[in-house]
């Protein structure tokens, strides 16, 4: 088989994934889909995908991790100048500072604990 004729077919199996998974079109745009590829290319023939399980609790405890310790770089710079609370006036609120803006949480979970708000940005 040429090597277009096995590109074509890679492509469409990633058409038809994203096809049956509901994946939105523009995902193919995040940079993470282009590491992610060029990662599984670099491994080579024989890759063992992740596992359901994998996924959902050793990946993504990962990712909560280490995006829990890029925050406190955040949290310190608050602790030592502060940050504006904004709201899109829709349900989303973030905090922003000279460091940049992040993501803090949607308006349900303040509705559920207001508290939440005033214990979080104590650092």
């Known amino acids: 088989m040429l090597k277009k004729d096995i590109r ?47 996924i959902r609790k050793k990946y993504l405890k990962q990712e ?6 890029l925050l406190e770089e955040y949290k310190l710079e608050w602790k030592k100048i502060g940050g504006s609370i904004m709201s899109d006036c829709i349900c989303n609120f973030l905090v922003n500072s000279p460091k940049g803006t992040v993501f803090f949480c949607h308006r349900w979970i303040l509705l559920i604990c207001p508290r939440l708000l005033i214990r979080y940005l104590r650092c």
């Open 64 to 69: 909560v991790d280490q995006t829990m310790k």
């Open 8 to 54: 074509e077919e890679a492509c469409r199996q990633i058409a038809r994934f994203f096809y049956t998974s509901a994946i939105p079109f523009n995902c193919v745009k995040n940079p993470e889909f282009i590491k992610t590829l060029e990662m599984v290319a670099k491994h080579g023939p024989g890759f063992k995908p992740p596992s359901y399980h994998d």
